[in-house]
């Protein structure tokens, strides 16, 4: 996997000053665009006034788009695009390659798999799926990708999130913008298509958020901008949240957040730097619905340990039956009717009820031995949708000082098996070292059937293979590199123990297709798997 990831970011960096020379796509002719701004009398403007200073800030600081025209104009200069951006299913799509040769940057395809690369941010994609991956972050699309002309077109929306640009949009105008300075009126999008393209269109229909404007009595145009913006929200007599937006047609469409928690029901929200207010009341709540999916999907990842834990431990038949509930919460499903019966009524497995203090540490101990693999969790920290922050390998076991030598992926100028004081760990190690003072959750965990000699030498064929490299991507002192699920992983390999079902290199494609979440396998990867046992548990 290391080699691999490596070798790709290798190419995607050798190729971003080079990418296609021959190709006049990669450097577009640029064509100097001259503006002039609607009178305000003029009909084709609305009836409303701005002014041509106004209109030239807009372009200066945009690139604007059309349907079905050539051009992309890009701070006052107009560039040829091909194929010209087109809508599909009401999704406006633009070249890739084209427009981030424009801005800049570099896109390459590599054995069915496309590398765009801006400004040091490399996103992949693939033409089947509707994700994309900007650096190790996925990002859902509207819509897959299509290859047309040759070209990999991508839903503008998308390419702006691979370019780490705004976007906004008027669908009475048909006019695209990425970047700029912030959120465009309508009367400022009908003055800059007049500016650009000699006119600019007539009012439309009726809006389909008119219906939610006259039930709560709210400007229609608060509703629409926060739709094109994604950031309006409605929740049902239940409190059941779901999201609506305007397409690039504006047709409407929504999306149900799935999930146990309810927010005041009937009434419509904005989201705004982390917050949610209410249009309704006024009144402010601390967590979006993204976030407060995604915390409720960590909690539920962090049940389903707890319940693991309960079921390899005690043999607890309830907590074996409420696994399968979580897995499909984990899984996105959080309204499976046994995890909301459990969240509603949580039952008390007992697993941390005598896990705590100097006394059970020396019990996991006692339990350890050499090619376990120890599993550390600092709340509020590591994956987002993780229980799970750190993991490691047992070399050796002092039982009688109460500490466990470990083999580490870690951030260290050090590298692997440096035999630094973070490698011995035991109770006092919680309090005094940097390095596990944020950790409060410890489970010891084992995989496969192996005899004690056979697992002590995995564990030592781990140090031996590992030593020196160093944590994460990039080449760090020229050293191979390695992350902490993945050093344990390779280590059970090696020893015929395949902790993670399939080719796990193939991780990049897993993502891109949805099927999993992490570009690089990480510690709840393991504790999923159905391969791991738990022996022992510590919590601060």
């Not at 600019?200 to 709560?216: R, Y």
């Not at 957040?257 to 730097?273: G, N, T």
């Not at 047992?394 to 100028?413: F, M």
Request: hydrophobic share 40%; glycine share 8%.
């Amino acid at each position: 996997m290391r080699r691999w990831f490596l070798a790709v970011l290798a190419l995607v960096t050798a190729l971003t000053a080079c990418a296609r020379p021959a190709d006049p796509v990669s450097h577009p002719q640029e064509t100097q665009v001259h503006t002039t701004a609607p009178a305000a009398e003029d009909p084709s403007a609305a009836g409303v006034a701005v002014s041509q200073e106004e209109v030239e800030a807009i372009i200066s600081h945009s690139a604007i788009f059309f349907p079905d025209h050539p051009q992309v104009y890009l701070r006052g200069k107009a560039y040829p695009v091909t194929p010209a951006p087109f809508l599909e299913e009401g999704v406006l799509y633009v070249p890739a390659a084209t427009v981030a040769a424009v801005f800049g940057g570099s896109f390459v395809e590599v054995e069915d798999v496309y590398y765009l690369d801006h400004m040091g941010n490399v996103s992949i994609m693939m033409e089947e799926y509707n994700v994309l991956l900007f650096n190790s972050d996925p990002v859902i699309m509207d819509r897959t990708p299509i290859l047309r002309e040759g070209e990999l077109c991508l839903p503008l929306a998308g390419l702006g999130r691979a370019l780490s640009m705004a976007q906004d949009k008027s669908v009475r105008q048909q006019t695209f913008l990425l970047g700029g300075d912030g959120p465009l009126e309508e009367e400022q999008f009908a003055a800059v298509r007049q500016a650009l393209l000699g006119s600019c269109l007539p009012e439309g229909g009726s809006s389909p958020l008119e219906p939610l404007a006259q039930a709560h009595r709210l400007d229609l145009q608060v509703l629409e901008q926060a739709a094109k913006q994604r950031t309006l929200f409605v929740t049902d007599a239940d409190g059941a949240i779901q999201a609506l937006w305007l397409d690039d047609l504006g047709g409407l469409h929504s999306k149900a957040y799935e999930m146990s928690y309810r927010y005041p029901p009937e009434q419509v929200f904005v989201s705004s730097k982390g917050t949610l207010r209410s249009l309704t009341t006024g009144k402010k709540l601390e967590a979006t619905p993204e976030e407060q999916y995604q915390q409720e999907l960590r909690q539920a990842t962090m049940r389903y340990m707890e319940l693991l834990a309960a079921s390899s431990l005690g043999a607890d038949p309830q907590a074996q039956t409420l696994l399968a509930g979580y897995l499909a919460a984990v899984a996105g499903d959080l309204t499976c009717e046994s995890y909301v019966a459990d969240q509603r009524f949580p039952y008390e497995t007992g697993i941390y009820d005598h896990a705590s203090g100097e006394g059970a540490w020396a019990a996991l101990v006692a339990t350890a031995r050499p090619g376990d693999m120890l599993m550390f969790s600092a709340g509020g920290a590591g994956a987002r949708y993780g229980c799970f922050n750190h993991s490691a390998l047992v070399l050796e076991v002092d039982r009688d000082n109460g500490s466990l030598r470990l083999l580490h992926a870690r951030s260290s100028e050090y590298g692997v098996g440096a035999d630094l004081p973070m490698d011995h760990v035991c109770y006092d190690s919680f309090r005094e070292l940097d390095y596990y003072r944020e950790y409060d959750l410890v489970f010891l965990c084992r995989a496969g059937d192996m005899s004690q000699e056979r697992a002590e030498q995995m564990a030592w064929d781990a140090y031996d293979r590992f030593n020196g490299y160093q944590f994460g991507y990039g080449g760090r002192l020229g050293l191979e590199e390695t992350n902490c699920a993945e050093l344990i992983v390779d280590a059970y390999d090696g020893a015929g123990v395949q902790l993670l079902d399939g080719d796990y290199s193939s991780r990049l494609k897993e993502v891109l297709k949805g099927n999993t979440r992490n570009l690089v396998p990480i510690p709840d990867d393991l504790m999923f798997s159905g391969k791991v046992e738990v022996l022992a548990v510590w919590k601060d």
